[in-house]
């Protein structure tokens, strides 16, 4: 489709010419002689876009003497158009407007403008308003903030340019200290074109989104012939984009920085200094930084404000809240404000963090809303998600690990309290405390239990660790630094500290870690587990109870993770007609950001800037959060005195590639200038491209909503018993391949070929 531009001498429309094809201009002269019959020779016959790009004349902007003028060229002219051309014939009007129709504050346009250039473009701004919704038109008012580039003689940069090379003295409002966004004319026509080929519509600003002060870029030039010299005239005190609309039209862009385009244009050879102070500028330099910001003042904000951010350095700044009512109130001395003040807030403060607070919100309205707020600020986090018996305990790290939580489109479990009454006298045994599980195990129980909880990891790091957290809660947990390849300290324990539940959490689990380390998987994550089981077939308590913590890999195993995994569980499950205690197996997908998990691995290489490996585009896992997990794990417990195997409902499994594909645009929606690219790898020994939770396809509910119980396949007793006496033979003789066989044959019913 053809397009028309109004304006010859516009440097937007040599720019334009070049980047949209099939162009005809117009210049605002010749629609001001009136020469109808040449104009409609001009304009065609068939549907066109138009462009009005007739700027008015840039020197004489700020004078009253030239009022005739503005009149004719920016709007008699625009007028006489609308009334040449047949509505019917035009396809959309994009208006090249000025970011200077904003007031002195940048805020809505116009009333109260002191701006004579700004007055003028907001006129014509609502005259095609009025056009284009009589005659429905689709309009889009493009409000272009500071364009330089292809040796204008109107922008401030180009002043710069001719300054630092005549060394004459440069004249400068308010003393350069005004904030503004520059954004090259490429840059500009590149938008245009993508404009013209989507359906979007109405106001659109026009530029980069972040601030740079006049002075700074004369300051870093290291520039000694500049004098600048104060003019008395009112204009913006600061002047930047709110660019996420016209963003969303750009897979990748990559925009003319404006440091390297002065460096071209002045032939700089020390590159480094002068990118290094843009970087900083960028970032406008008068801003000073605030503290976090609560988005909604209601039960869950208030309870996040109380339990973290007022030991945190920078404190609570602020509220936000979308309530009418609300507005100007305090909390705790904290004043609650707009979110139309937040944003000016961000136009001259640094905002260090926003935290949404609304549990209500809905996934696309969570999605709509860091959308807005990444404009804002580049650290923002949705409300973690809470166990109803967290007693309103939320860590900041918490916070800070849910910013992708919202992406997996899943609603959360309601703990039943009610089933966790007889744990609270319960003495509780965790294997593996220190890590993913164990961690979060240890520090819910924690707030059920009335007696010591027993955290038992291999790793002193991990315990450590464990016990700074476990601290915030005034636990009375006790750490042991000990091994579940150590029968006789597991033994020891148990009997010493009068254990009654064992959750045991204690595994390896990196599938593809585990593929190159056959002989460690198969003691930990089998015979470790039998030393467990061991020890509690000699335990003199009564009535004793082991939780066996178990993952999809091992149903229909393919891996040596899987394998294992599931193995342990066949040996827990000969243990159900056992009188002195019973074992509980719970399996589940993954849960977000565990130690050694790939949301971890693909935040690790986003964060770098590098590019992320998957290995299919086709590969699906289920997830759940630790704290959901967790809680259906210890509700699990207090299901049945019976041994039994129950599966957590995981919801719908997420495609790898569509997880990898919307953490990576919110990233880009933080950093205009981030790009890294997908990668398919293949698939690695042992991974599948879809898991299951269970062969058992006719699963059946319990009493508690998320939990199932399933039927496995059933093995004899003897011939369990005849595996793991192989399996140590085969472990303590290094046997690789002969272990990996062995446990293929065990399994070939259900086994998956590798």
Known sequence: MKTIIIGKRSILTK????????????????????????????????????????FFPSKKINSIIYYSDFVNVGITSMSKLLDIISPKKINKIIYSSSSSVYN???QTPAKNNRHLYGVAKNLCENILYSYSKKNKIDLIIARIFNMYGEDDDFSA??????????????IINNNGSSIRDFIHVKDVSKIYEKILKTNIIGNIDIGLGYGIQIKEIIKKLNAQNFKIIKKNYSEQNLSIAENLKWKILFKKFKPILLENFIIKKLKIKNKFNLNKVFSNANKTTNQDSLGTIIYGCGNAGKQIHDSIIKNNDKGVYCFVDDDPKKINKRYKGKKIISFQRLKELSRTKIINSIIISIPSLTEKKIQTLFKKLYTISKN????????????????????????????FKRKNSKINLSTLKKLKSKKILITGAGGSIGSELSMQLSRITN????CLDHSELALYNLQKKLSTINSKAKFVLGSINDKKNIQELINKEKIEIVFHTAAYKHLNFLEKNVLPAVKNNILGT??????LKNHKTKSIK???????????PSSVLGMTKRISEIICDSYKNNNKFNITTVRFGNVFASQGSAINLFLDKINNNQNIEITNKKVERYFMST???????????????????????MGQPVKIYDLVKKMVLLKKVKDKNFNINIVETGLGKGEKIKEILSINKKSKKTKIKNILETKELQYNKNEINLLVEDLNVLVRKFQKEKTINRMKDFLKREILKR
């Open 627 to 649: 704290k959901e997990a967790c809680g259906l794990v210890i509700q699990a417990s207090q299901l049945t005195s019976s041994s039994k195997t129950y599966i957590l409902d």
């Open 157 to 170: 940069i180009s002043k710069i340019l001719k300054t630092y090379k005549t060394k004459k003295n440069l």
């Open 15 to 54: 720019s334009l010419v070049n980047t949209i094809k099939n162009t005809d201009i117009i210049s605002a002269n010749e629609i001001l002689k009136y020469d109808k019959k040449k104009l409609i020779n001009l304009i065609s016959k068939n549907k066109f876009n138009l462009i009005i790009n007739s």
């Open 380 to 407: 923002v986090y949705n409300l973690p998600i809470k166990t109803e018996y967290d007693n309103d305990k939320i860590s900041l790290e918490d916070i800070q690990n849910s910013e992708f939580i919202h992406i």
């Open 546 to 556: 082991m939780i066996n913590i178990s993952t999809d890999k091992a149903a229909q």
């Open 104 to 106: 002195i504050n940048n």
């Open 451 to 454: 007696k010591d909880i027993i």
């Open 530 to 535: 039998l030393n467990i089981i061991e020890a």
